[in-house]
C-alpha cells in the first residue's frame, strides 16, 4: 500500500471532528486541538514527545501490555500502509478512553492516528467529582462500571503477575505474551521467548507423553492440572505447578491457551516428582526411568523385552484417543496375564519389559515366558468394531551389567524377528549380535583409517585383444597393517556409519592425483549412493575440472548396486562428466535384470560383462548365447565391451572369437598396489 500523499501537518491536522495525532515509531510530533481536548491537556506541548504507549493504560482490556501490543501495531503499519484496531488510552486526568484507531504510514516512519468514536470513563471519585459541580470534559460513553471493572481486572492481572509464572500462545501454541516472573526464572528474554513455542523450556527427562496428555485435554476445551519440570536457559531444572486453561470466543472456538504457574522447585515433595517422572502416563505402568533403577537395584535377575508390531499400525491409523484406549488395554491384559513372571514396564511406545523378582534359573523362566507368548497369540484387544490381534516378539537375557542388560534383551528380540521366531534369548554367537559387533568394529577402523591415510588404491588393468593396457581399473583397500582388505568386508558397515561418502572422496582424491601424473586412463566404480549424494556429485566434478583430468576417467556405474538410470540426478550428473571428457560404462552388466533402453539413452561408452556369465562360459551354452547377444547388441550401438574375470586362456580365446573388445582378469594381470 502506498503512503498518504504528502502534505503538511497543519493540513493533515486541520479536521477539528476527530482527534488525531502525527508521530513517529517511538514519540508523538504533532497532534490538532481535538487530540488536546480529548486528553484533556493544558496544551500541545504536554502531550508532545510521548509514546503512545505513555497515554495509556499498563493493559489493553485483551489482557496484553500495552508497550508490546503498540510496537506491535506500528510495525505493522509501517508494513502494511493501515490498520484498525480498538485500544485502551488515559487522560491527563486519569480517564480511560475508549476508541477505534485508524493508522495510516505517511511516511518511511510517520505515521497518523485518528481516534475514531472514542467513548470516556470514569472512576468514583471522578463521579464524585462531577456531582459536586466540578466539570468532567468530553464525557461521551457510560460512567464508572465499565473503568471500575476494568481496574478490577487490571488489579487480579496484576497480583497473578507478580505472584506467578503466567504466558499465553496462540491457538497453534506459538507465545505472544509472557510476563516478568517467567522471564526471570526461565532465564530467557522477553523477545528470545515471543513467537517460539513452549519447547523452549521443555525439560528432556519429562516424558512426551505428558505433553500429548497437555494438548489432548486443553484442545478439548478442557483446563489441564499437572506438575511440569522445565529447563531454564542455562540448562538446569525447575519445576512448577501448571494450570493451562484455553480461551475462548462468543462462538466457543479456542483462540489462545493461558498457563499459570507457581515455581514449586524447593517445595514439592522428592517422591512426587520420582513418581511423575518413572510413571509411563498412557499405562500407569512403571516406565524405562523406574525400570533402569529397578536394575541397578537386583543383581543377576533375568529379564525380558516384549514388541508387538501392531501398536505402531494402531498409532497411525487410529486417532489419539482410541490409541490410548488400546495401549491401556492391553497393558492391563498384559500385566495380568505376566504378575506371575515379574514385574511389568513399559519401557517405549512400542515395547514392554519383564523383570524376574525371583532366584529362578534361566529354563524356569524362559519355560514361563514361552508361556506368555503362547497365551498372548490368542488375545486381541476390541477397539471399536475391530478386533486386534497380538504379534509378541520376546527377547531374554540375564541381568549381569545393568547398563548393557536392556539392550541385549532387544538385541536378542530382534533376533528373533529375523528368524521368524517369537523367542529368543540373547548369547554373543547371534547373528544380530555379530553383526553389530561388526559394524562397531568397522567403524572405529575405518574413521582411523580415514585420519591415518590407511586407505589405499589398488589397480588392476584392462587389455585389448593383443594384450596391450587400454585402462586400468581402481580398486579400494583398507590397509590393517598386516594385509590390505577388500571393500567386500566393510562397505555396507561404512555407509550404516556415515563413512561411505568420506571413502569414495578419498579414492576419486588420491585416484586424479595419481593417474593425471601419469596420463593413463583409468576407471572408478560408483554407485547410486555416490550419484544421489549432491556433496560428492559436486567433489567430482570439481575435481575433475580443477585437475582437467575428464579425458582419462571411465566412470563405473554398478547395475549390481541398483543404479535407476532414469532418475533426474543421474542422467544430469552424466551428462556433466561427459561434458569433461569421461566415458561411461556399465559394470557388472548382465548380473540381474538389465535394461537395454539405457545403453542408447545414456550414451554409455563401455559395457562391462558380468563375471557371473564368464566363469562357467566355457561350459555353459546358455552363457555363451548371453554373452554372444550382449557383444552383438552393443556393438550394433557402437559400445565397446569387456569381460571380467577372464582367468585362463581358453576363455579369452573364446571370448576374442566373440569379438569382445577388451579383457579383465587374473590372466593379463591381479590387482596391484599403486600408490604405497
Not at 472514542?118 to 459541580?133: H, K, L, M
Request: with cysteine.
Amino acid at each position: 500500500m502506498t503512503c498518504v500523499v504528502e502534505q503538511s501537518f497543519d493540513e493533515l491536522l486541520a479536521d477539528e471532528s476527530v482527534a488525531m495525532v502525527i508521530h513517529d515509531d517511538m514519540a508523538s510530533l504533532d497532534c490538532n486541538q481535538a487530540f488536546i481536548d480529548l486528553f484533556e491537556a493544558n496544551n500541545k506541548n504536554e502531550l508532545l514527545g510521548l509514546h503512545p504507549c505513555q497515554l495509556s493504560p499498563e493493559y489493553q482490556a485483551s489482557g496484553a501490555m500495552s508497550y508490546e501490543l503498540a510496537n506491535e501495531h506500528i510495525s505493522e503499519c509501517l508494513q502494511t500502509g493501515r490498520t484498525e484496531f480498538n485500544w485502551l488510552n488515559t487522560s491527563m486526568r486519569g480517564k480511560l478512553i475508549l476508541s477505534k484507531v485508524e493508522l495510516v504510514r505517511l511516511s518511511e516512519n510517520r505515521l497518523l492516528s485518528r481516534m475514531v468514536n472514542p467513548q470516556v470513563y470514569i472512576n468514583r471519585e471522578q463521579r464524585n467529582a462531577a456531582q459536586n459541580g466540578q466539570e468532567i470534559s468530553n464525557l461521551a460513553g457510560p460512567d464508572m462500571g465499565f473503568w471500575e471493572s476494568f481496574n478490577l481486572l487490571n488489579q487480579h492481572k496484576r497480583a497473578i503477575d507478580v505472584s506467578a509464572i503466567v504466558s499465553k500462545t496462540d491457538s497453534n501454541g506459538v507465545i505472544i505474551y509472557v510476563n516478568d516472573m517467567f522471564c526471570e526464572v526461565s532465564g530467557f528474554s522477553r523477545n528470545e521467548l515471543l513467537g517460539q513455542k513452549h519447547n523452549i523450556v521443555n525439560h528432556p527427562d519429562m516424558p512426551k507423553e505428558v505433553f500429548k496428555d497437555i494438548w489432548a485435554t486443553i484442545t478439548a476445551g478442557e483446563v489441564w492440572h499437572g506438575v511440569i519440570q522445565n529447563r531454564r536457559k542455562d540448562g538446569s531444572s525447575y519445576y512448577v505447578s501448571s494450570t493451562i486453561s484455553p480461551i475462548m470466543d462468543a462462538s466457543g472456538d479456542i483462540t489462545e491457551y493461558i498457563a499459570i504457574r507457581h515455581d514449586i522447585t524447593d517445595v514439592y515433595e522428592k517422591d512426587r516428582i520420582i513418581k511423575i517422572q518413572s510413571t509411563d502416563m498412557d499405562t500407569g505402568l512403571p516406565n524405562r526411568v523406574q525400570f533402569n533403577q529397578d536394575l541397578r537395584a537386583r543383581r543377576h535377575a533375568w529379564i525380558a523385552v516384549l514388541s508387538f508390531a501392531e501398536i505402531e499400525g494402531v498409532q497411525q491409523i487410529y486417532g489419539d484417543l482410541e490409541y490410548k484406549i488400546f495401549i491401556k488395554n492391553m497393558a492391563a491384559m498384559l500385566n495380568d496375564s505376566a504378575k506371575a513372571i515379574g514385574k511389568l514396564y513399559r519401557t517405549s511406545d512400542s515395547c514392554f519389559a519383564l523383570v524376574c523378582e525371583c532366584d529362578c534359573r534361566q529354563q524356569t523362566f524362559q519355560h514361563n515366558c514361552q508361556q506368555l507368548v503362547n497365551f498372548l497369540a490368542d488375545q486381541y484387544i476390541v477397539l471399536g468394531d475391530s478386533r486386534i490381534f497380538l504379534t509378541v516378539r520376546m527377547g531374554i537375557a540375564e541381568n549381569k551389567d545393568a547398563e548393557k542388560t536392556y539392550g541385549q534383551a532387544y538385541l536378542a528380540m530382534n533376533s528373533a524377528q529375523q528368524g521368524g521366531d517369537h523367542l529368543a534369548v540373547y548369547h554373543q554367537g547371534t547373528k544380530e549380535y555379530q553383526r553389530i559387533n561388526q559394524a562397531i568394529y568397522w567403524t572405529e577402523k575405518l574413521r582411523s583409517a580415514v585420519k591415518e591415510l590407511r586407505i589405499k588404491i589398488f589397480g588392476q588393468g584392462i587389455f585389448n585383444q593383443h594384450g596391450e593396457r587400454y585402462s586400468t581399473e581402481v580398486l579400494m583397500r583398507y590397509h590393517c597393517g598386516y594385509e590390505y582388505v577388500s571393500p567386500l568386508e566393510y562397505l555396507e558397515h561404512a555407509k550404516a556409519a556415515g563413512i561411505y561418502h568420506t571413502l569414495t572422496h578419498e579414492v576419486v582424491r588420491q585416484s586424479l592425483q595419481y593417474f593425471a601424473e601419469k596420463n593413463e586412463r583409468f576407471s572408478i566404480n560408483l554407485d547410486q549412493q555416490d550419484i544421489f549424494n549432491q556433496n560428492t556429485r559436486q567433489f567430482i566434478l570439481s575435481e575433475l575440472a580443477r585437475t582437467g583430468s575428464g579425458q582419462l576417467l571411465t566412470v563405473e556405474l554398478l547395475e549390481s548396486s541398483g543404479v535407476d538410470f532414469s532418475d533426474i540426478r543421474v542422467r544430469k550428473f552424466l551428462r556433466e562428466a561427459k561434458a569433461l571428457g569421461c566415458q561411461i560404462a556399465i559394470d557388472d552388466f548382465g548380473s540381474g535384470y538389465s535394461n537395454f533402453e539405457y545403453l542408447a539413452s545414456l550414451e554409455v561408452d563401455l559395457v562391462k560383462i558380468d563375471g557371473s556369465l564368464i566363469r562357467d562360459l566355457l561350459n555353459n551354452d546358455k552363457h555363451q548365447l548371453i554373452v554372444r547377444s550382449i557383444v552383438y547388441l552393443c556393438h550394433s550401438l557402437g559400445i565397446k565391451v569387456v569381460a571380467e574375470y577372464t582367468e585362463e586362456k581358453a576363455i579369452v580365446d573364446l571370448l576374442a572369437d566373440f569379438s569382445v573388445d577388451y579383457f579383465q582378469g587374473y590372466y593379463f594381470e591381479k590387482p596391484a598396489l599403486l600408490n604405497d
